[in-house]
């Protein structure tokens, strides 16, 4: 079992910046990859960006440039900084890990906000 809490929600004009935290616990070895996904009113869960434990990145195309997922193994904590923000950044932002048999854990979430 993997579990995950998030943490750094909050409110930022917009322009402004925002760092996300994912801390991890459980059977860490097992993680093959981790990723923060959000969720906007009134739309579907999408995917913002993922990280592999070799450290490939991936970002959507609507943040890639703004935003940077990291991890520091040491403090178990998965990164998802976030710069320039924007009114349609506005989502509670969750924090994913997939192990190697495909099993995906989730956190409870956290709101992001970019006011107009």
């Known amino acids: 079992q993997v579990q995950l809490v998030e943490s750094g929600g909050g409110l930022v004009q917009a322009g402004g910046s925002l760092r996300l935290s994912c801390v991890v616990s459980?059977?860490?070895?097992?993680?093959?990859?981790m990723g923060w996904f959000r969720q906007a009113p009134g739309k579907h869960r999408e995917l913002v960006a993922t990280?592999?434990?070799?450290?490939?990145?991936y970002y959507v195309d609507s943040v890639r440039g703004r935003f940077t997922i990291y991890r520091n193994h040491a403090k178990n904590t998965m990164y998802l900084q976030m710069k320039s923000m924007k009114h349609e950044d506005t989502a509670v932002y969750y924090c994913?890990?997939?192990?190697?048999?495909?099993?995906?854990?989730w956190g409870k979430g956290t709101l992001g906000t970019g006011s107009s």
């Open positions: 990280i592999t434990t070799d450290g490939y990145r």
């Open positions: 994913n890990a997939k192990n190697r048999d495909g099993v995906d854990y």
């Open positions: 459980g059977s860490t070895f097992s993680i093959n990859a």
